[in-house]
């Protein structure tokens, strides 16, 4: 005859269930039956059962969980603002000064624009600058059918390419050229812009404008070339632009020759003392690396502060359910 209970441990599932076995003897032909002790079990949470109970909870990997982007939301041209060059008040300002932009131009203004370009678009984004002397003379930023074309001075936002004049969303803005010959002088423009294709098929940006006797006329033209190159034609001629490489893309805005030779602007809000001939939108080689070394570290700083916040959230959201768990 065996012993009257013998214990046992087994695993059931994911819990460790202990039970007894009463064992009898009927004759010497039966064999032990095991019968189950009628008793409360015993449950045991092991710790690898924990941990395995909170993956399930979370379903995704901690890493996740802690890089988790935020949903992108899409925004068209037509949810950013129109931007204008500065001037002393709402446009239009007229027969006064004050009006240009002065300092690092701003070139950011259709970053979080996630619209398809317009299929009749040139893509000319980016920095143009002028082969012959080197200087850097424009930057374009395009997105849907919006287009905008800064230049040292000024800033022409052209809300649609729809090639009507007066329908608000072409340029309403003020000449760059009194801006830069007249020491800022506001002097109110409208033009649309519209695109279409030369005479060898390449695809354009063209402005029109109102000319003094009321009819409209194109005024400025801007070509993308097969080669990549972009040829601008004006009222004075045509100039065929090239494009400025990522690395020799502007940091700066410096004075170049003059009385203020060599001061230098790193943001939008600085003011150059020179007049807009003597400046050049240009890369900066010697103040760029500390300037760009205290941005990294500001950047850093920031984003280690935004990672440990993170961070401590996910622990806290573990501990409670760790101590839900284990309760």
């Known amino acids: 005859v065996c012993a009257d209970l013998l214990p046992a441990q087994i695993c059931c599932g994911d819990r460790f269930v202990q039970i007894c076995y ?25 710790p690898l059962f924990i941990m395995t109970q909170v993956t ?21 041209a037509s949810d950013i603002p129109r931007v204008n060059t500065p001037a002393p008040g709402a446009w239009p300002q007229a027969n006064v000064t004050g009006c240009g932009i002065t300092g690092l131009p701003p070139t950011d203004i259709l970053d979080s624009c996630t619209e398809v370009l317009h299929p ?90 109102n000319t003094s006797v009321g009819t409209v006329t194109k005024a400025v033209s801007r070509c993308l070339q097969a080669n990549g190159t972009m040829m601008w034609v004006n009222p004075f001629g045509a100039v065929l632009y090239a494009k400025v490489p990522e690395e020799d893309e502007p940091n700066c805005v410096m004075c ?34 500390a300037a760009e070394s205290s941005t990294s ?21 573990l501990c409670s359910v760790f101590s839900m768990l284990t309760s």
């Not at 009463?22 to 092991?46: S, W």
Request: net charge negative.
């Open 56 to 76: 399930k909870f979370l379903r995704l990997p901690i890493v996740s969980l802690l890089f988790a982007a935020a949903p992108v939301r899409s925004l068209n």
């Open 297 to 317: 570290r500001g950047d850093s700083i920031t984003g280690s502060l935004a990672l440990y916040t993170t961070f401590a959230s996910c622990v806290v959201i």
């Open 120 to 209: 009749d678009a040139p893509d000319i984004r980016g920095y143009w600058k002028d082969p012959s002397s080197g200087y850097i003379l424009e930057h374009i930023a395009q997105c849907g059918s919006r287009w905008i074309d800064t230049s040292k001075s000024v800033h022409h936002d052209f809300l649609s390419c729809t090639g009507v004049i007066g329908d608000s969303l072409g340029c309403l803005d003020y000449s760059g050229i009194d801006i830069i010959k007249k020491d800022g002088l506001c002097t109110p423009i409208t033009a649309a812009c519209k695109f279409e294709q030369d005479g060898d098929g390449n695809k354009c940006i063209n402005l029109y404008t």
């Open 256 to 289: 170049v020759g003059g009385d203020h030779d060599g001061v230098v602007v790193y943001d939008s809000d600085g003011e150059l003392p020179c007049v807009y001939e003597e400046r050049r939108w240009m890369r900066c080689k010697d103040d760029e690396d």
């Open 22 to 46: 009463r064992c009898t003897f009927v004759d010497e032909t039966d064999t032990l039956t095991p019968t189950p002790k009628t008793e409360a079990p015993t449950v045991q949470r092991h």
